[in-house]
């Protein structure tokens, strides 16, 4: 163990103490750890260090530990009572041994205790706080305003990190070097195929983000398509680009609820990438009820989502800074009531790897632009986003959470159109 000491701060050597007792069963210990007096705790020797903790203050590790929850933890790295240098994928191994460390009484009493004798200082808050949303869980109303939590953050933030189309789901590579802006339209025309969309046909794209996949499908298959999502600031600029291609007689992005949409059989195809985990559990078969009600007969709904088999008994870090009342479910759940409302289900295909590349790729490309996206909006919004795409990196890497493409069909007196093999999707 070898550790730098820069001087006699009995604070300092609090700290030190408590984190070498948490750590002390993780190995390999490969990061270095920081105080702020200077004193250093190396990585274990023959480990090559992949990131540094840095502690800011001798109030941060009272803060990140007393109550022992992720939250708690995530907050402290978002308002910077402790900073990351270097690889932030790289800590969740760490984090995740401290949220799950099970103590005994005798250890739990001992260290509270040294976490009581630390500075107390009043969190310093600024800038992105946690959500706060009102009304009935998974209403219109409330489900307008958790959109708005999220995508309004900033229109030029988003296209930091985005490709040039801002395609804001996992992209589709065929390879782990080829590069993001390709690898999203890989992925659009791989939805358009898989839909087989055909040249005045009418798509509806529910959650259509900017609209990347609207004017795609418009220009290069022949759709007339309609997109819909609860953000202004996302239809505003969807809509600009929609002009700026010459496409506004073939495409449009409006604001409205799917649930406000009306005209039964309207839709040759649907397709929703990324919203069915902010439906909510309870609110699943009246969404594939009405998805089946605007689909004509013979129609395919391509419905893409993540899904998540754990049970998230108080509320995540995920959900209360970045994706308020998401409830993504497990693929099993989810294609179960699309059965129950009548659609018959064809194909399901992980792209977990694909959004684990993806994540990584958008990652870089925020801190590549750290100070633009402070500019655009404020450093601890920074902070949730590098926080959140490097834990969700690292969760789809493991297979904690995973990312399904499910095709449904609603057949029409058994008949689908479909051919017999999938040969056309991989031409």
């Known amino acids: 163990m070898h550790i730098q000491s820069r001087s006699d701060d009995k604070s300092a050597n609090t700290c030190l103490s408590v984190l070498q007792f948490l750590l002390k069963d993780l190995h390999p210990r490969d990061f270095t750890i920081r105080l702020w007096d200077g004193t250093t705790w190396e990585a274990e020797p023959g480990t090559t260090s992949h990131f540094s903790m840095v502690i800011r203050h001798p109030a941060a590790l009272r803060r990140m530990f007393l109550s022992g929850g992720e939250r708690e933890l995530a907050e402290a790295y978002i308002y910077d009572d402790f900073d990351i240098v270097g690889s932030m994928e790289s800590v969740f191994p760490m984090a ?40 009935a869980i998974h209403s219109v109303e409330r489900d307008r305003q958790a959109v708005t939590y999220h995508y309004d953050t900033s229109n030029d933030f988003f296209g930091l990190y985005l490709d040039r189309r801002m395609v804001y789901s996992c992209a589709y590579f065929a390879s782990p070097e080829e590069e993001l802006d390709s690898a999203q339209e890989r992925k659009l025309d791989y939805i358009c195929r898989k839909l087989r969309l055909r040249p005045g046909e009418r ?15 418009a220009k290069k298959y022949g759709v007339s398509a309609l997109g819909i999502t609860l953000s202004e600031q996302q239809s505003e600029l969807a809509n600009e680009h929609i ?18 949409l009306y005209g039964p059989e309207s839709f040759d195809k649907l397709v929703s990438i990324g919203m069915v985990e902010h439906v909510g559990r309870c609110m699943l078969p009246e969404y594939f009820r009405h998805a089946w009600r605007l689909l004509r007969p013979g129609g395919a709904f391509l419905n893409h989502g993540v899904a998540d088999h754990l049970d998230h008994r108080s509320p995540t870090f995920s959900q209360g800074f970045v994706f308020p009342d998401s409830e993504p479910v ?17 194909d399901v295909e992980s792209l977990r790897e694909h959004y684990m590349l993806t994540l990584r790729h958008w990652v870089s490309r925020l801190e590549a ?4 996206a402070i500019r655009a909006t404020d450093e601890a919004t920074y902070r949730v986003w590098r926080l959140f795409m490097s834990a969700a990196a690292h969760q789809f890497k493991t297979g904690e959470t995973n990312v399904y493409q499910s095709l449904l069909v609603k057949s029409e007196k058994g008949n689908t159109g479909l051919p017999l093999t999938r040969a056309d999707w991989y031409r």
């Not at 497990?330 to 064809?346: D, H, L, N, Q």
């Not at 632009?369 to 633009?372: F, I, L, M, Q, S």
Request: charged share 30%; hydrophobic share 40%; net charge positive.
């Open 203 to 217: 798509l509806l794209d529910i959650g259509c983000g900017w609209g990347a996949l609207i004017m795609y499908a």
């Open 330 to 346: 497990p693929i099993g759940e989810s294609t179960t009531i699309a059965e129950s409302v009548g659609f018959e289900v064809r």
């Open 369 to 372: 632009h750290r100070e633009a």
């Open 243 to 260: 002009c700026q291609e010459g496409l506004e007689d073939r495409c449009r992005a409006e604001v409205r609820d799917y649930r406000n």
């Open 96 to 135: 995740e041994h401290l949220v799950g460390l099970k103590l005994g009484i005798v250890d739990r009493i001992r260290l509270a205790g040294r976490l009581l004798s630390l500075p107390s200082r009043r969190a310093a808050k600024f800038g992105r706080e946690a959500a706060k949303l009102s009304g």
